[in-house]
């Protein structure tokens, strides 16, 4: 059974950081593309990061660029994505989402990933 649990949401303050994980079981991570959504309230789900593989090509959203980075521990089945300088506007309950998606040519849709995590919440104070 395919598991993912995402980890290490909290409130920070704006400007602040934070870095999230997202703990695979019954599959090897390192065999599938990765990405990050985020849903804020009242507002549909948003591609925030994917990590290809085995490559490691990276693709952000452009509300993202410069602050968040995305990667990967193949000895943990994890990945993760740091963000920094995080704003209000980057709350939401953060998922990430694996599958056949190879995360070539930007994040895609969610309709695209397989398997999803129960999400992490980021709470960001002005």
């Known amino acids: 059974q395919v598991q993912l649990v995402e980890s290490g949401g909290g409130l920070v303050q704006s400007g602040g950081s934070l870095r999230l994980s997202c703990a695979a079981s019954g599959l090897i991570l390192d065999n599938y593309a990765v990405a990050w959504f985020r849903q804020a309230p009242e507002k549909e789900r948003e591609g925030v990061s994917c990590?290809?593989?085995?490559?490691?090509?990276?693709s952000y959203d452009d509300s993202v660029k410069g602050r968040f980075t995305i990667s990967r521990d193949n000895a943990k089945n994890t990945v993760y994505l740091q963000m920094n300088n995080l704003q209000p506007e980057d709350a939401g309950l953060y998922y990430c989402a694996t599958g056949l998606y190879l995360c070539l040519a930007g994040i895609g849709l969610e309709e695209a990933y397989d398997y999803w995590g129960q999400g992490t919440q980021v709470t960001v104070s002005p």
């Open positions: 990590i290809s593989s085995p490559d490691e090509n990276t």
